[in-house]
């Protein structure tokens, strides 16, 4: 009697009955949904901090820029006052121009660096999508 209750044919050992293929097929839909979801949230993390530091770097050789417009202003100014007269102001506005260039040239290599230093391949979200098409792979095996 009790053969016929809980045994032959029921394909459980746990007493729950078998999965259909539709649950099967719901269930696998649901971890894709979940795994994109995070792939996405990866992804948008790691450019969040790339374009941080591009960023940076722009900001950088914006202030290049500037500091290399001075440079050149005050070094016409001081061609100018050289032409004109000879005068010790010529040498301090050099002093300042070469100030500016020296501020230029240090924010220049600066941002450089910085936007070298950005890694806009997004490694980590690659990695994880190769891990991800091995893993859907092996489901359709």
Do not use: C
Request: hydrophobic share 50%; no cysteine; aromatic share 4%.
């Amino acid at each position: 009697m009790s053969t016929a209750a809980g045994g032959v044919g029921s394909g459980s050992s746990g007493g729950e009955p078998p999965r259909s293929v539709g649950e099967i097929v719901a269930d696998i839909s649901a971890d894709m949904t979940r795994l994109v979801r995070q792939e996405l949230d990866l992804a948008k993390a790691e450019v969040k901090q790339e374009v941080g530091k591009v960023g940076k770097g722009a900001g950088m050789l914006g202030g290049a820029g500037l500091a290399g417009y001075f440079a050149v202003l005050f070094v016409s100014v001081a061609l100018m006052y050289l032409l004109d007269n000879v005068l010790p102001v010529e040498v301090a506005a050099l002093i300042v121009a070469v100030l500016w260039g020296v501020a230029a040239a240090v924010l220049a290599a600066r941002g450089r660096k910085e936007i070298r230093a950005a890694n806009v391949a997004l490694p980590t979200t690659q990695q994880t999508l190769k891990e991800d098409a091995q893993w859907a792979k092996t489901l359709k095996s």
